[in-house]
Nanobody, 114 residues
Framework: VQLVETGGGLVQPGGSLRLSCATSGFTFSSYVMGWARQEPGKGFEWVCGVYMNGSAYCEDSVKGRFTVSKDNAKNTLYLQMDSLKPDDTAVYYC?????????WGQGTQVTASS
């Protein structure tokens, strides 16, 4: 099983980034997929998730700014992040969860700073 995040980097506040999570080794369409983040010295925070039927949800602080989507044909999850704020600075992880087991990527750093 592999989940590989790409697309992180340094961006000025107000800017945008698009994260991708390429997966392999499991049945992508049968899992709830999502993104979580971790700031230095803090615990994990759930960001956005997309269910098997395509329904997508995000936590309140990113609603209207972040959009989660997936491409079942490419086994890839995306996170479009707009209007980034310094508080969004964190390592972003993608995950896959079928209710009995979960898989995680290695994370990608996102930094919003001037």
């Amino acid at each position: 099983v592999q989940l590989v995040e790409t697309g992180g980097g340094l961006v000025q506040p107000g800017g945008s980034l698009r994260l991708s999570c390429a997966t392999s080794g499991f049945t992508f369409s049968s899992y709830v997929m999502g993104w979580a983040r971790q700031e230095p010295g803090k615990g994990f925070e759930w960001v956005c998730g997309v269910y098997m039927n395509g329904s997508a949800y995000c936590e309140d602080s990113v609603k209207g700014r972040f959009t989660v989507s997936k491409d079942n044909a490419k086994n890839t999850l995306y996170l479009q992040m707009d209007s980034l704020k310094p508080d969004d600075t964190a390592v972003y992880y993608c995950y896959a969860d079928d209710g009995t087991q979960d898989y995680w990527g290695q994370g990608t750093q996102v930094t919003a700073s001037s």
